[in-house]
C-alpha cells in the first residue's frame, strides 16, 4: 500500500553488517539508528514490542505484513517510552481504525523520535536472519526532498558493522528504574480500563532489569503490592524491606554481566524467600545457582512459540522474546528444568529442588497474548502463601 506513498512518505535505507541493502520509505523520525535485527512473528501488539525494554538496542522485523492498522494508544504501552532501537515493516495501511487508537503508527513513531522503515522484503529479511542468524543494522531515514545516494547506503553499511555486539553487553543497568518506587495498578478490562489493588494480600519485591508494566499488573491482579527497585539495589536492602516475595524481571541484553543481580539473587533464593523469574530474570536465577548461558544463533521473539510443561505434558502457545538462553546440560544437581521450547528444545523454565524459587524464559505476562502460561504468576502467589502459613 506505501507504493502509493512514496511521494509522501521520503525514502529510508536499511543496511545490514553483511554488506546487504534494502531501500524502503522512512515512517519515522528522520536519522540514523543501529542495533541488532532481529524479527517477530506477532501479528498484533507491535505497540507492545516497541515499548518492552527487553528491546533495547534491537531494530525489530514484523513478519506479518499489515502493521498499524489499529494505530496506537495511550494504555497499551509496557514502558513510558520506546525502547526498539527501530521498526522494520512491509506495509503501513493507509488507515488506522480502532475505537481506542488515538494516533497513527506513523505519527507515533516521530513523535517517539523512532526510525523506521517500510515497503521492503521483509520476507527475504527474515530469511536472511534465519538462515545467518541475528546480525547487527543500521537504518537511515532520509528527510522529505533527500535522496538515496552510494555514500549514505556506504554509511549506513558501515554504522552497521561498527555497532556493538549484543554479546557481552549489560543493558540492564540502561533500561532500570533510577528510584524505587510502589505499583497497585491492575489490569485492563473492557469499559473500565485498569484496576487498583485495594486490599493487598502480599509484599512483593521486583527487581526491575526493564520490567514490563503488565508484570506489575499481574502482580497486582493477584493481590500483590510490588515495590519496584534499581536493578543494582543489594539484596540486603531488598530483605530489609521484609517482602513476602522477591521478582526478577525481563531485560535486555546478555545475563552473565550482570554480576550485581547475580550475586543478589543468590543471596535471596539462599534466604528462603519465595523467587519468581521472568526473561532475563531467569538467565540470572539460572547463573546464581551455578548454571551457564549462551548466545543463541536464532534468537526467540514472537506470539505463536510452543512450550510444553515437562511436569504436566500440557502444551502452551507462549509469546518469546530472548536471544539468550541457560544450557540445559550445565544445571547443577539442585536445579530441575520444567518446561522446554518445542521449536529447538531449549530450556524454557526451571525450579529450585530445596528452595520455593523458579524462573520461565518466555512471557508469561505477555500482552495482548498469548495467555496460556499466565497460571505460573498463580503459582507464585501459592508459594508466598505457602510460606505464610507455615
Request: proline share 5%.
Amino acid at each position: 500500500m506505501l507504493l502509493s506513498l512514496q511521494g509522501t512518505f521520503p525514502p529510508a535505507i536499511l543496511a545490514l553488517a553483511d554488506g546487504t541493502v534494502f531501500i524502503g520509505n522512512s515512517i519515522g523520525a528522520t536519522g540514523t539508528t543501529v542495533g541488532e535485527v532481529v524479527f517477530n512473528t506477532a501479528i498484533t501488539g507491535y505497540q507492545e514490542i516497541l515499548t518492552d525494554p527487553s528491546y533495547c538496542q534491537q531494530i525489530v522485523t514484523l513478519t506479518y505484513p499489515h502493521i498499524g492498522n489499529y494505530g496506537v494508544n495511550g494504555e497499551d504501552i509496557e514502558a513510558e517510552k520506546v525502547h526498539a532501537a527501530g521498526l522494520i515493516v512491509k506495509d503501513l495501511p493507509l488507515l488506522a481504525s480502532n475505537f481506542r487508537s488515538t494516533e497513527t503508527l506513523s505519527q507515533y513513531l516521530v513523535r517517539e523520535n523512532t526510525v523506521a522503515i517500510a515497503n521492503i522484503d521483509t520476507r527475504k529479511l527474515t530469511r536472511l536472519l534465519r538462515s545467518k542468524g541475528a546480525q547487527n543494522g543500521a537504518i537511515i531515514g532520509l528527510a522529505a526532498g533527500q535522496a538515496v545516494t552510494q555514500a549514505l547506503i556506504d554509511e549506513a553499511i558501515a554504522k552497521a558493522k561498527a555497532a556493538p555486539k549484543m554479546a557481552g553487553l549489560d543493558l540492564a543497568q540502561v533500561v532500570t528504574t533510577a528510584v524505587r518506587y510502589e505499583w497497585t495498578q491492575t489490569e485492563w478490562k473492557l469499559g473500565s480500563g485498569y484496576g487498583e489493588l485495594a486490599k493487598p494480600q502480599f509484599h512483593v519485591v521486583a527487581y526491575d532489569f526493564g520490567v514490563k508494566k503488565n508484570i506489575l499488573r499481574m502482580l497486582a491482579e493477584r493481590g500483590c503490592k510490588v515495590t519496584v527497585v534499581p536493578a543494582k539495589t543489594p539484596a540486603a536492602d531488598v530483605l530489609a524491606l521484609n517482602p513476602d516475595g522477591v521478582f526478577l524481571s525481563n531485560g535486555p541484553g546478555d545475563p552473565e554481566p550482570c554480576d550485581y543481580a547475580i550475586a543478589a539473587t543468590r543471596t535471596i533464593v539462599d534466604s528462603g524467600v519465595p523467587t519468581f523469574g521472568i526473561c532475563l530474570g531467569h538467565q540470572i536465577m539460572a547463573l546464581a545457582a551455578g548454571a551457564k548461558t549462551f548466545k543463541m544463533t536464532h534468537s526467540h521473539h514472537g506470539a505463536n512459540h510452543p512450550v510444553k510443561d515437562l511436569d504436566t505434558g500440557r502444551v502452551s502457545i507462549t509469546s518469546q522474546n530472548h536471544g539468550f538462553a541457560v544450557d540445559m546440560e550445565s544445571l547443577p544437581a539442585n536445579l530441575r528444568a520444567t518446561h522446554v521450547s518445542l521449536f529447538d528444545g531449549t530450556l524454557q523454565g526451571l525450579v529450585h529442588k530445596d528452595k520455593p524459587a523458579f524462573c520461565f524464559q518466555g512471557h508469561p505476562e505477555a500482552s495482548p497474548g498469548p495467555h496460556d502460561i499466565a497460571y505460573l504468576f498463580d503459582r507464585f502467589t501459592d508459594a508466598m502463601r505457602a510460606a505464610k502459613a507455615g
